[in-house]
């Protein structure tokens, strides 16, 4: 989380913002951290109980995505057009490979 955090600080706008998330995915995509929890999520379909686990260490990340998220747009027009938390959620949903996950534990909490 440090060396995610210090590699989005330096991001001044949307476009250097996703470019960081880009370089992130493909680290992540390259060490198999991906690959372990896509087999936790889909083994979730057989062990429910692992989604509460997988549900709590996501929810760190998606905060880290909302605050990055938010830094980025606030005091833009984008604030109003992409609500962070939204962002966040869809930006988190798109890296994990959830594109139907609805569960509200998955998203982000608003401020």
Not at 49 to 65: G, S, Y
Request: glycine share 4%; charged share 25%.
């Amino acid at each position: 989380m440090e060396r995610y955090r210090a590699a989005v600080a330096q991001a001044a706008d949307l476009p250097a913002l996703f470019q960081v998330a880009t370089d992130i995915y493909r680290e992540d995509l390259e060490s198999g951290h991906i690959k372990v929890l896509t087999e936790l999520m889909a083994a979730s379909t057989t062990f429910p109980e692992l989604r509460t686990e997988i549900a709590a260490r996501v929810e760190p990340w998606a905060e880290f995505t909302r605050e990055a998220v938010d830094r980025i747009v606030a005091g833009t027009p984008l604030e109003q057009l992409l609500p962070a938390p939204d962002l966040a959620f869809g930006i988190v949903a798109l890296y994990l490979g959830m594109g139907d996950v609805d569960e509200p534990r998955w998203r982000p909490r608003p401020r």
